[in-house]
């Protein structure tokens, strides 16, 4: 009973992994994706039911709310989406990903500030990641800071290039 209830959340995982991975892409529909978000969400809400612990359920579960969300314009979902990736930080707290997934979801429900708050930390903890600073501006530019945006782009851009320049074979 163990491996086959593994191999459900696995699958699970997976749908969910390429349901939320196509979402921001390209040549999908809102309508499938309207059509489908409540029922990969759910999906998730029964594998989280039974393993409350597992990092990438509730991060996804977290995505999943957020993308419901934004689709239906939903602050409930955004709500619970906020709650689902606070869990997932508190298992693995240093995952940017999280914070960039709690930063994104905060701009959907029209709370830049927190956003700012969010990815300010995030670029705290290491200032040498390039994406940290990128996002940190978007959450500046919704918060209507606009030279701190651009400053903090700006950064990601030079950081992006020394990056590329550092890996260039001589």
């Not at 500030?113 to 990128?134: G, I």
Request: aromatic share 6%.
């Amino acid at each position: 009973p163990h491996v086959a209830e593994r191999r459900v959340t696995d699958r699970v995982k997976q749908l969910a992994r390429d349901f939320i991975n196509r979402s921001g892409r390209p040549g999908g529909t809102a309508s499938f994706y309207k059509d489908n978000v409540r029922i990969v969400r759910a999906a998730l809400e029964a594998e989280v039911e039974r393993h409350p612990d597992d990092f990438t359920l509730l991060f996804m579960l977290g995505q999943a709310y957020a993308l419901e969300g934004e689709l239906f314009e939903s602050p409930e979902a955004l709500q619970q989406s906020l709650a689902a990736l606070e869990q997932a930080d508190a298992i693995s707290p240093h995952r940017q990903a999280v914070k960039f997934q709690l930063a994104k979801t905060l701009l959907l429900g029209g709370q830049p500030e927190k956003a700012v708050e969010v990815t300010r930390a995030v670029v705290a903890e290491d200032p040498t990641l390039q994406e940290s600073h990128w996002f940190l501006g978007l959450a500046l530019s919704a918060a209507g800071d606009r030279a701190g945006a651009a400053d903090e782009m700006l950064q990601s851009l030079d950081l992006g290039r020394r990056a590329a320049w550092s890996s260039t074979p001589k």
